[in-house]
């Protein structure tokens, strides 16, 4: 069998993931830095597979680099849609909260795209905003989903900007509402703009809720509550792109 | 000092500024443009009309109005019936308004949250990087929108602004409506020019601009074949300096092209390989030199097979009635023709859905991008309907919200080819 490896260059980490067969036989983690290139060196020192398929904002960057002879490249929503159905074969409807985007795909039967929505410039639900407001409120980004859980009451925060929203948690701080409360009021914002995106692509399940965010378990516990429905949760939500990569990789080069 | 210096200074174009846009424009339509493999000779033509943009023809159009008296008009949307203005012996041109200009001055006027064309028209106005505008003894503006119709008000204290009403229903009292408008139209024209329109010189018009309208018709015809003899670039380009070139011009160098397309296809050329996906685009308008759409959407291994645009089918799907004798009988046909123009303006507009599902036939596209210009109510409104429509007879859309700045390139391309993956 040929080695292929998926590398998925989003804006805060790269994941890589090689595939030997549909064995995983190594997979990666890692800043992506501000310098990207960099990292994916020093990523080929460990990997030796002939074919590389790149996804995420940094694909073009490394197939133009010559950093590799074999670089082929696929879009995150393929990529995402070709992972989840990896892990998960039952998956017909893919969320992924990334550091910069937010994507929901739907699937058909068999596995091709029906629709997809992502965010566009604006950092609105993304991880980004998750990011930026835990900061905010000076708690571990690691920690700000467990905290929002200890919350007694979830206020309202209505606007989804970023900006905005960080005025807002100002003035309910303002007005004497706990740190996680307004954590909890946060993230129930990002639930309510997923589940909106989820509903114009329209949910199938199984649903698998793959990028960064899936490892938040408010956003997850109050997601699942919002949709009444299970959501599937891989083993590591953040490699699901790279894999998808690299699952494409198969089917193209037919190993 | 540039060949056109005097003639810019002349006119009050700020020579620093515009010349920073010149060359940012020229970057622009080399990577765009020039860069691409296989273009047609005939694509020469639209380059030189591009590289001297701001020149030659503004340059024609000083000497017109100086040698032999004509009147400049100036507009911003196809409901200005061009055959009155040739009619009156005066000339038409588009006026500038597809690139961020002069931003800050405009957002002291109008609201931020105005879309780019409006705020591009006036701030190439306030910041005197238009010759075109600069050049206009009249600009007429239309009730299309209500962002157009309130900028008017502020516009036309700092140029010579004249509205027309389009109305926005097609019952008799809205063609009645129109009709006065186009006379009303007739009258401030032949004021302006001194020249009086007869039966004569209106028939004469009316075929000039149907000759116009029926060279892009060909040139779409012939982007059916696949592989596909033209990029969507290169027709968007035609359709764009359609509103600036002199027409019978224009209309004799798009039929040159179409002979060289006819070659092409009979060869088995195209330019991109048979079987890509075909993509419609649909919604507002591109002046020039808005591109970004169509290249990033080019990059991304498709091609566009059709403009469902202003600055596309709907200028020109629809010829005027030749056969009118008298003067009243061809202000009915303009009326009529001009009336059933399908932009997003009117309630209701079912017709623009249907004409979208046949145009999507026509040109057998695999999937339609609904460009939608930042804060355009009208477009942003149709959008959901016409998904619906697509949805139902199962042609994949997509809807693309952006205005004229670049920070959404990379979003745009992730967005484009993961539609183009969706589409193959």
Known sequence: ?255 | MGKYDAMWEKLNIDLPAHEGLMEVLGKFYGDIYLSQQGRLQGMEYLDLVLSEIHGLRVKELQEAKQLQGRKVIGTFCVFVPEELTIAANAIQIGLCSGADAGKEQVEKLIPRNTCALIKSFMGFKLARLCPFTESCDLIVGETTCDGKKKAYETFGKIAPMYVMEVPQRKSEQDRALWKAEILRYKETLEKLTGNTITAQSLKKAIVIVNNKRKAIQRLNKLRVADPVPISGRDALLINQVGFYDDPERFTNQVNLLCDQLEEKIARGEGVAPQGTPRLLMSGCPMAVPNWKLPYVTESSGAVIVGEESCVGTRNIRDLVDESGQTLDEMIDALTDRYLKIDCACFTPNSERVDNILNLAKETRADGVLQYTLLFCQPYAQENFRVEKSLQDAEIPSMVIETDYGMEDVEQLKTRIEAFVEMVK
Not at chain 1, 124 to 151: H, S
Not at chain 1, 177 to 188: D, T, Y
Request: proline share 5%.
């Open chain 1, 1 to 255: 069998m040929t080695l292929i490896a998926g590398i998925d260059i989003g804006s805060r980490s790269i994941e890589a993931v090689v595939l030997d067969g549909d064995t995983v036989v190594f997979s990666k983690k890692m800043p992506t830095t501000f310098d990207p290139l960099q990292q994916c060196r020093e990523l080929f020192k460990e990997i030796n597979a002939p074919h590389v398929v790149a996804t995420g904002y940094g694909r073009n960057l490394l197939a133009e680099s010559g950093l590799h002879p074999d670089v082929q490249t696929v879009t995150e929503i393929q990529a995402y849609a070709l992972g989840a159905r990896a892990v998960h074969p039952e998956a017909r409807t893919i969320l992924d909260i990334g550091g910069q985007d937010t994507k929901a795909i739907s699937l058909l039967a068999n596995g091709k795209t029906a629709k997809f929505e992502m965010n566009d410039r604006c950092a609105a639900g993304t991880g980004k905003f998750l990011e930026f407001m835990a900061t905010a409120l000076q708690i571990p980004i690691e920690e700000f989903g467990d905290f929002a859980l200890q919350a007694t009451h979830c206020p309202t925060i209505n606007s989804m900007c970023t900006v905005f929203a960080e005025t807002e948690a100002v003035s309910l701080m303002a007005r004497g509402e706990s740190p996680a409360n307004i954590a909890l009021g946060l993230h129930q914002s990002i639930v309510n703009r997923t589940k909106s995106m989820l509903t114009r692509v329209g949910i199938t399940p199984s649903l698998v809720f793959a990028g960064g965010v899936a490892r938040n378990p408010c956003v997850v516990k109050n997601l699942e509550k919002e949709l009444g429905i299970q959501i599937v949760i891989p083993d590591n939500p953040d490699m699901v792109g790279a894999r998808g990569a690299a699952q494409w990789g198969r089917k193209h080069f037919n190993a």
